[in-house]
């Protein structure tokens, strides 16, 4: 007998509440929530596709309305402010990442939660809970697909998956019965899209079909309110997302210990601004550094070793990697990041100013990528990386299984208020930034989102992209 994923997914959203999740869940969906809100500030603020994005969503009338923008002080349309605040978390590729899935959940699933919870007046324990359910649609439908069979097709998860997720949670903010929201995701069936294309010339696609995405979910989840239906089986069906999407779906996998084990606790945050498949490098690199004391005059070569699904992202063709021409490039170049790491000791958002920096370039010409067997068996389990350096006429190498960040070497709770301290003074100020940080963690104590949304918008002369 078929999965009746549809069915049992709508079901779990609907039925999930805050109080009966484990603490340690209702713990990291705070710090998640906290990690992804950073990303919105500091990338409405730098990302050079907001400029083009904000005249946009202003032109087409949804930016008069009532919802919030993180880091920014108008208001807009809720969906205009799940538009923005997806694409903006997702502008800086430094929100949260699930290695089996192959991608980042927040940036879909929270913007939209919070834009209907902004619509309905929902509670911070409704929202919190309908977020945990938008992580387990996402992230159960990328590794049913399986993702990487859906990444051969040419798809971005996060943005095909995360349609769905946007949907569930809208849905459960607003409420919506089980009927409701398997409605819900067959809207959302026709609105999943996003193509890897933006790989061949560091397009800004990649962060606008994630802003899309978490509009799609909230525009489904509103449609299925107002009684519209959506295809049946959307997920399992004939047509439906798993068979037309991938070759090989496993729809079982979808449902699998659903409600007792929780992908979003397999979920990780980024110490470092780029794409997860170098992160390891940039620890070991890092490491390798500060251990041998190697000044990057000293460094002859440097390979780094990667599974395929790596390689595919950061590693090739390694001409291009080489030669990174702008963010997204560098974001995305294996090279770049090792470079940053060797040459100044530290890879952060304001890296990617050294982008066209002599000794990075000169660095970057050293650095070769290749398939390594042994990182290559670490996956998908773990991101893994490996870096081997020649210097001194010697070589040293390091291995690093579980990059900082991951689900079993998590961040701490100072940690994350460090990084989103780094992200978010330059806006906000650093006692706005504190405050909003106290509210993102109080979230289940209180009794609507408007304090939290307010704290978002900047106080402070701030030059912000697009105005």
Not at 140 to 151: E, K, S
Not at 377 to 402: D, H, L, Y
Request: hydrophobic residues 45%; glycine residues 10%; contains cysteine.
């Amino acid at each position: 007998m078929a999965a009746a994923v549809t069915r049992d997914l709508a079901a779990f959203s609907a039925a999930i509440e805050h109080d009966a999740l484990p603490e340690a869940i209702r713990t990291r969906t705070r710090f998640l929530v906290l990690d992804l809100i950073g990303n919105i500030v500091r990338g409405r603020h730098d990302a050079e596709s907001t400029a083009p994005l904000l005249a946009t969503v202003r032109a087409l009338g949804l930016a008069a309305g009532g919802a919030a923008v993180f880091g920014d002080a108008t208001r807009y349309t809720p969906a205009g402010a799940a538009l923005l605040n997806g694409a903006l978390a997702h502008s800086l590729d430094f929100d949260d990442t699930h290695a089996a899935g192959s991608l980042h959940p927040g940036a879909p699933v929270i913007p939209a939660a919070l834009a209907a919870a902004e619509m309905a007046g929902a509670d911070g324990k409704t929202v919190l809970a309908a977020i945990v359910a938008g992580y387990e649609v996402t992230c159960r439908l990328a590794v049913a697909l399986p993702a990487g069979d859906h990444y051969d097709r040419g798809y971005h998860p996060t943005a095909t998956c995360g349609a769905f997720g946007a949907a569930a949670a809208a849905g459960r903010v607003f409420g919506l019965t089980a009927a409701q929201i398997e409605d819900a995701l067959g809207i959302a069936l026709s609105q999943s899209a996003g193509s890897l294309q933006f790989l061949k010339n560091g397009a800004w696609t990649k962060r606008f079909q994630v802003g899309w995405a978490a509009m799609a979910g909230l525009v489904a989840a509103q449609l299925a309110r107002e009684g519209f239906r959506g295809a049946g089986e959307a997920l399992e069906g004939k047509a439906g997302f798993l068979s037309a999407y991938a070759p090989n779906p496993v729809p079982a996998r979808a449902l699998q210990n659903l409600g007792t084990e929780w992908e979003l606790m397999n979920t990780a945050v980024k110490p470092y601004p780029s794409c997860r498949y170098g992160h390891a490098s940039v620890d070991a690199a890092l490491m390798l550094r500060a251990e041998h004391r190697l000044a990057p005059e000293e460094i002859e070569a440097v390979t780094m070793g990667l599974p395929d699904k790596g390689m595919l992202l950061v590693g090739r063709p390694l001409e291009y990697k080489q030669n990174p021409q702008n963010v997204v490039d560098g974001q995305f170049s294996g090279p770049f990041v090792v470079s940053c790491a060797l040459v100044r000791g530290h890879f952060g958002w304001d890296s990617y100013a050294w982008l066209n920096d002599a000794d990075i370039r000169a660095m970057m010409l050293k650095v070769v990528c290749e398939q390594d067997p042994e990182i290559e068996a670490e996956f998908p389990a773990n991101m893994s990386g490996k870096v081997t350096i020649r210097a001194r006429g010697q070589s040293f190498s390091r291995k690093v299984v579980v990059p900082k960040g991951e689900p079993t070497n998590f961040l701490t709770e100072a940690e994350l208020r460090s990084k989103f301290a780094a992200l978010c003074d330059a806006v906000l100020g650093a006692e706005r930034t504190r405050q909003l940080a106290d509210a993102v963690l109080s979230l289940d104590r209180a009794p609507d989102v408007n304090g939290l949304m307010r704290l978002g918008a900047p106080l402070m002369a701030a030059r912000l992209a697009g105005n």
